[in-house]
């Protein structure tokens, strides 16, 4: 018989995970700030709960999926949060993006009630969210991980356990210095190529083939060629884990100057109001700088 699993964050990337967790077959209660967000789950045999507390206590697995580090502490931590209503033996797996420090606190303060975690964060963009198709990233003990991994599985498709807790998020703090150096480097090699009259749909298909192909390239580059701004993950999201990679980097004493000048770049962005716009709109600061945009 399957767990039964509360979600908790329907927002870009959790209501894709939650429709897959749904169709997978687990019994599913989901919770949303913005309880409008339930609807679409509720229509589809989920169950709407009335707070983290009351999804907690109908879910054997608990899934956090929102935007920070102080979200993931109010709906697990806070008054009517997950860690009132959860039952000894219960499990949570937060699938947010946030400071590895903050989730071993977490863990330790579940542990005393007798209840597991695991940070699991995700890569893979809304469209993977949506498809199932998530690299997931876990850090927790390995008797958690095994219980955890057949609702992993139902959102993702590459699922590494990768330590103990704060693990997993470490390791998404390298996948994001890794996407924002591929969204810069991507976004000088477009600059260049317009400035020298080539056909960027042409270079971008020979680019995409070659050793200079990756995920950003083959997903972000088409939509920057159709000036299409739409977010697979936002401006203002990818900020938020550059800041924890910055604060990470800094206590560990590691330089990640590209990292840093990319930071102060998107910073340029949100001051002109685009921190809703997709993380590929990178462009536009070095757009700016060039004096000219990239079209077709």
């Known amino acids: 018989m399957n767990e039964t699993v509360g979600f908790i964050g329907l927002g870009i990337m959790g209501r894709g995970m939650a429709a897959n967790i749904l169709r997978a077959g687990f019994p599913l209660t989901v919770w949303n700030r913005t309880a409008a967000k339930m609807e679409p789950l509720v229509a589809a045999g989920a169950q709407a709960a009335t707070s983290?507390?009351?999804?907690?206590?109908?879910?054997?697995?608990?899934?956090?999926?929102?935007?920070?580090?102080?979200d993931v502490e109010a709906v697990i931590l806070g008054p009517n949060g997950v860690i009132t209503g959860a039952r000894p033996g219960s499990l949570v797996v937060d699938c947010s993006t946030i400071s590895p420090d903050a989730t071993r606190r977490l863990a330790q303060a579940l542990a005393e009630r007798g209840v597991g975690m695991l940070d699991a964060p995700v890569s893979g963009g809304s469209e993977g969210a949506a498809k199932g198709t998530l690299s997931i990233m876990v850090g927790g003990k390995e008797?958690?991980?095994?219980?955890?991994?057949?609702?992993?599985?139902?959102?993702?498709?590459?699922?590494?356990?990768?330590?103990?807790?704060?693990?997993?998020?470490?390791?998404?703090l390298m996948n994001q210095i890794l996407v924002v150096g591929h969204a810069l480097a991507m976004s000088e090699a477009f600059l260049f190529g317009q400035a020298h009259g080539v056909d960027l749909e042409k270079a971008l298909t020979a680019l995409t083939a070659g050793a200079a192909g990756s995920w950003m390239l083959s997903h972000r580059g088409p939509q920057i060629l159709r000036r299409d701004w739409r977010p697979g993950f936002t401006i203002d999201l990818q900020q938020k884990d550059l800041r924890l990679v910055l604060a990470a980097a800094d206590a560990a004493g590691v330089p990640v100057p590209a990292t840093a000048l990319i930071f102060q770049l998107y910073r340029t962005l949100q001051v002109q109001g685009l921190g809703s716009e997709g993380n590929h709109a990178l462009i536009k600061a070095l757009e700016h700088l060039a004096g000219f945009e990239v079209r077709r």
């Open 52 to 70: 983290p507390a009351d999804l907690a206590a109908r879910s054997d697995i608990i899934v956090v999926c929102v935007s920070d580090t102080p």
């Open 143 to 172: 008797a958690d991980f095994q219980r955890a991994l057949p609702v992993l599985q139902a959102m993702g498709k590459q699922i590494t356990h990768v330590g103990d807790h704060g693990a997993g998020q470490t390791v998404k």
